[in-house]
């Protein structure tokens, strides 16, 4: 059977950094999302008896090492379903992947689905957030809808992404910045085994449940302007916890750096906009739909801006009828 899914990539507000079980994906911490709706991964799967081995294109390359987590992810999916038949995958991205815009959470939220469903499984949202969860922690969130939770849980069957208000709660908007499409040379899921060699990661760990406590808080007030405050420093944090570790991780780039101080002076100038960075070079500018074209004009001006990609809230994964092959 062919199926063919949607996802969306997401961004956190609070983040995750460390897994307390790496063979689970466990994390470290909660954390607390938004789905976008301009950066998706498409991918269609079909197990059939014609195919003698496992076919994996992305973005039209094979590309070895994603080949294999992918056909990893295949194999607990056949295990799953009692099938053996091997399987045609193509994936496509609708941004630079491997940049930190988090490609891995909407290709294998993507994946999950499609694949399940062409396995012929039903899985609830819940169990498809698990199973995204074994492949790339933080696809659990690209499952559910909206403004979304990962509970933190203890074990394979309490961590999973619940969906917190639906894509219309909020008329905030999430501007990605690119400054740079070059593939990171440390790619997430190394570099979070790093994150407790931080002697700052357990004063992290005291703080965070306070810190999604309080963002639900403000989300479920819409106050934009303690909102993101807190997305600014938590993500400031996040990368102090990184600068600090053994072996120490700088994803900034001078462009991101730029992006970051201009920011701070556009709101000296009443323009309510924050950032927040992911794992990677690449930026992300938190503001309300008002705002929007103000923002955009601004960067216009940067000519160190490759691209702006504008996201509202999206949807979760989900099939769609248009097949890749």
Not at 62 to 86: P, S, T, Y
Not at 194 to 205: E, I, Q
Not at 251 to 263: G, H, N, S
Request: aromatic letters at 8%; one cysteine or more; charged letters at 25%.
């Amino acid at each position: 059977m062919k199926k063919t899914a949607i996802a969306p990539a997401n961004i956190a507000f609070i983040k995750y950094w460390g897994k307390k079980d790496e063979v689970l994906r466990l994390p470290s911490n909660g954390s607390i999302s938004m789905n976008l709706s301009g950066l998706t991964t498409t991918t269609t799967v079909e197990f059939s008896k014609s195919y003698k081995k496992d076919l994996v294109t992305i973005d039209g390359l094979v590309k070895a090492d994603e080949e294999k987590r992918v056909i990893e992810h295949l194999d607990r999916i056949r295990n799953m379903a009692g099938i053996f038949q091997k399987a045609k995958v193509v994936s496509l991205n609708s941004f630079p992947a491997s940049t930190g815009l988090s490609s891995s959470a909407s290709g294998f939220a993507a994946l999950t689905l499609s694949a399940a469903s062409a396995a012929g499984l039903n899985l609830s949202e819940r169990n498809l957030s698990i199973l995204a969860r074994l492949a790339s922690g933080s696809a659990c969130r690209s499952i559910p809808s909206g403004f979304v939770e990962w509970l933190e849980g203890t074990d394979n069957n309490s961590s999973y992404a619940v969906s917190l208000h639906p894509p219309d709660f909020w008329n905030i908007v999430d501007i990605v910045v690119i400054v740079s499409r070059e593939k990171k040379e440390v790619p997430t899921s190394a570099g979070q085994k790093y994150a407790s060699t931080s002697p700052f990661f357990p004063v992290r760990l005291s703080r965070i449940n306070d810190k999604i406590n309080q963002i639900k808080t403000f989300m479920k007030e819409k106050n934009f302007l303690r909102f993101g405050e807190l997305v600014e420093a938590e993500a400031l944090e996040m990368h102090a916890i990184m600068l600090t570790s053994q072996l120490p991780l700088i994803y900034w780039q001078p462009e991101t750096l730029l992006i970051m101080k201009a920011v701070q002076n556009w709101r000296k100038d009443g323009l309510l906009v924050y950032f927040t960075v992911n794992t990677g070079q690449d930026i992300h500018l938190i503001c309300e739909k008002e705002f929007i074209k103000r923002v955009k004009t601004k960067l216009k001006k940067i000519k160190e801006v490759k691209n702006i990609i504008v996201n509202y809230t999206a949807e979760g994964a989900k099939n769609i009828g248009r097949h890749l092959f």
